[in-house]
């Protein structure tokens, strides 16, 4: 009886190399990692990190570590995200909880913006360890060298905002953000002062709507709607954060003490944002206005000089009539 023959199949050229390529690949690291500040503001702020890093590596998951409160400053980014919460309130995570959060898994980039050493105990193929002051602006680029990223604000398409159904879809808002006014001396008669003044003496704002930000237990806030006729002023108090932004990127001109709220409005290009405080700050980099007086005619006096005028809709339909038929007669 013949022993059966065994074929023996030679290696074709570049199996080796595919297979091992393949073995590496479902070995690679999967997901990036982000160690968010403890301070509010520097979490907002970080919100520019996350959107260039999903511009560079979108299809990646990303496991983002941060206090509870924190979480809507990413909640609408177009990414798969994961996030690690906690209540504490010095906004860090216990190291041990942390740890064991993050050890274990083969991680493409870990991005710290703490002080914590973690990122060089952690397996990872790239290490992004941020020492930036607190309170600052914006910070420096992943994938860029000498350049800085400010913060990001994703917003939903569709988003309901509950002004007034009277309001004209091109009326000017005027924004109020009123947390935090204890920064400022600035009570209920200066920003009534202030609305009377913009609504006289500018003639884009002459419509305006005002809107306040607030908390619930403001009695800024309280007073001031008090005064003000209610089809004039609305009032949101803590609203989730997308739909401020929605407010904000409608709205011709914030002003107020809430510093997130002015970091929001900076960002999404409001035309002009002024915060007011009692004190001057010498802030490098800040994207906003600051003003410390009481004078509501001299603030009224600086948005007239800075507020550009703006079409209606009526008057850009009539000008694209005029144009129209000015073409059709030549």
């Known amino acids: 009886m013949c022993a059966r023959k065994e074929k023996i199949s030679t290696p074709k050229r570049g199996w080796l190399i595919g297979d091992a ?13 982000i160690i968010l500040p403890p301070d509010r503001l520097d979490a907002f702020t970080a919100t520019g990190v996350l959107a ?96 800085f990223r400010p913060p990001h604000i994703w917003t939903p398409d569709k988003l309901h905002l509950a002004l007034p159904e009277t ?19 600035w009570n209920w008669r200066h920003y009534a002062e202030l609305i009377w003044r913009l609504s006289d003496s500018i003639d ?20 001031l709607m008090e005064k003000i006729p209610p089809g004039q002023i609305s009032r949101f108090d803590d609203l989730p954060f997308a739909k401020q932004g929605g407010l904000m990127r409608r709205a011709r ?6 510093r997130l709220a002015l970091r929001m409005a900076a960002s999404l290009g409001t035309a002009i944002v002024l915060r007011l405080d009692r004190d001057e700050t010498l802030d490098e980099g800040r994207p906003y206005g600051l003003y410390i007086g009481q004078d509501a005619a001299e603030v009224a006096r600086y948005f007239g000089r800075h507020l550009l005028p703006v079409e209606s809709t009526a008057q ?14 030549s």
């Not at 570590?65 to 400053?73: I, S, Y």
């Not at 309001?167 to 001396?185: H, K, Y």
């Open 204 to 223: 884009v704002l002459q419509q305006a709507h005002i809107v306040v930000l607030a908390r619930r237990d403001c009695t800024l806030a309280d007073s």
């Open 316 to 329: 850009a339909l009539a000008k694209q009539k005029t144009e129209a038929d000015g073409s059709a007669m």
């Open 52 to 147: 260039e890093l999903l511009a560079f590596e979108a299809a990646r998951p990303v496991h983002i570590v941060t206090h509870e409160d924190f979480v809507p400053f990413f909640a609408d980014a177009p990414a798969q995200l994961r996030f690690i919460t906690h209540r504490r309130q010095n906004g860090k995570m216990s190291t041990v909880r942390l740890l064991g959060e993050a050890m274990g898994h083969n991680w493409n980039r870990v991005i710290s913006l703490t002080a914590t050493r973690l990122p060089f105990l952690l397996w990872a193929r790239h290490r992004h360890h941020y020492r930036f002051a607190a309170g600052g602006y914006a910070l420096p680029a992943l994938f860029a060298n000498d350049k």
């Open 253 to 258: 001109l914030v002003i107020g003490t809430d």
């Open 21 to 33: 390529g393949r073995i590496i690949e479902k070995m690679a690291p999967r997901s990036n990692l």
């Open 167 to 185: 309001l004209a879809p091109d009326t000017p808002l005027i924004l109020l953000a009123l947390s935090e006014n204890g920064r400022a001396v």
